[in-house]
């Protein structure tokens, strides 16, 4: 059986309540859970104390307390693992923010390469642009969620969300402007 097909046969059975599956499923999406955190951590300050086994950590824990899951697919779980990353990740953000009063903030860049991405747009104003843009088009803001936080492909976002990779990528173009757009207005030029 090939791996997708392991871990989704995996999740239903979590899902369905064989608390052993979850066991079995960790190892196997372990790795991939660890790429995603890395992505997510390639945003973070150069000094910042989370490390990407601890991202995977906090959210495979957020994870388990999620209850009732129909899952999908590995893509399904995967999107949900980089939301959960995101969660964290802002949350630290938001900590730190509210401890500092602006200092020593998150900084992120909203790039079309994820491995191109220097740190220079705060992740808690990205989340609350990216808030508001799902308030206008929920789809937009979870393919930004997937491609940006996730590290996920416009193949893979597309079987997450089931629709075409050409609408990916249109929303992928219209998102950014928007919040480019969000991020930027304001700012002193």
Do not use: Y
């Not at 372990?30 to 990407?52: F, G, P, T, Y």
């Amino acid at each position: 059986m090939d791996r997708t097909r392991e871990v989704t046969r995996l999740l239903r059975a979590w899902r369905d309540g064989d608390e052993e599956a979850l066991n079995a499923l960790l190892p196997v999406v372990h790795e991939e859970l660890r790429r995603i955190a890395q992505r997510c951590l390639r945003n973070e300050r150069k000094n910042h104390s989370v490390q990407a086994t601890a991202l995977v950590n906090e959210a495979f824990l957020r994870l388990v307390d999620v209850r009732h899951v129909n899952w999908q697919n590995r893509a399904h779980f995967l999107a949900l693992s980089a939301r959960l990353m995101r969660r964290v990740l802002v949350d630290l953000a938001r900590a730190r923010l509210a401890d500092k009063r602006g200092g020593g903030s998150i900084r992120v860049a909203l790039d079309e390469s994820v491995a191109a991405r220097e740190p220079d747009t705060d992740v808690a104003r990205l989340d609350d642009a990216l808030e508001s843009l799902a308030a206008i088009d929920p789809r937009k803001a979870r393919v930004v969620e997937l491609r940006f936080f996730g590290g996920l492909s416009a193949e893979e976002t597309a079987t997450a969300l089931d629709i075409s990779s050409k609408t990916v990528m249109r929303d992928w173009e219209f998102a950014r402007a928007w919040l480019q757009r969000e991020l930027t207005r304001g700012v002193a030029s």
